[in-house]
């Protein structure tokens, strides 16, 4: 085992994005629910990434996230399809959601909301499954937000430090600001992360070119493991096989 949690410096992980509501993969700008843009059939748009080279997919189930049902049977159908590591997130907030997201085989599982509201049980869950858990930090600004990024849920800084000492693995930070956006990623707030965690951290929201990805993977020493895109491929802004070779050198 490694001394610290943290991997040398490597090649830029990419997952691709599909977002998952009323049975359909989406993009939402904002995260803001009534913003979809509908892309059809959510194992189709996985299979598609996992034949373009994709080792991760990022799957997540928005009507879980915003409390409005889920999408449960059709994001175990997708994970189970799977070749590739696949990473849950939505609506994962107690025993019950953990345990049938973890019975899916995905690798990893996204904590959001429980990680503001229940924090006791969080800790509880990440001393007993270890780095198959990972917290998601969703912020305006350095306010989290929680309940499909509709509630502030206290200080990015204040809950990392907490969450380090409790053993989280990885963080997956939004700046929800930037989220299905195309606007860039927050770098300055990637690089603040980095320095307050000595934990991995995967960048999610608003990428747009492949010149952004080669900035996020400029942050890979600094701590940076991996990227989150949705729209820019949904949006054909570039291919994945460009991305992956973007990311590879
Ligand atoms: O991940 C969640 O739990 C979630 C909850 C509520 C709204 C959105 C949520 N996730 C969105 C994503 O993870 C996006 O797929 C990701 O940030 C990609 O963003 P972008 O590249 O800007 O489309």
Known sequence: MSESPREPARTLELLPAVDVRDGQAVRLVHGESGSET????PLQAALAWQSAGAEWLHLVDLDAAFGTGDN???????????EIKVE????IRDDDTLAAALATGCRRVNLGTAALETPEW????IAEHGDKIAVGLDVRGTTLRG???TRDGGDLYETLERLDAEGCARYVV????KDGTLKGPNLELLRNVCAATDRPV???????????LRAIAGLVPEGV???????????KAFTLEEALEAVSS
Do not use: H, P, Q
């Open 38 to 41: 509908a892309y059809g059939d």
């Open 72 to 82: 449960r049977a059709r994001i175990a159908e997708v994970t189970r399809a799977m």
């Open 88 to 91: 849950l997130s939505g609506g």
């Open 122 to 125: 969080v800790a509880k869950v």
């Open 147 to 149: 309940r499909g990024w």
């Open 174 to 177: 939004t700046d929800i600001n």
């Open 202 to 212: 995967v960048a999610s929201g608003g990428v747009s070119s492949l010149d952004d």
């Open 225 to 235: 493991e991996g990227a989150i895109v949705g729209k820019a491929l949904y949006a």
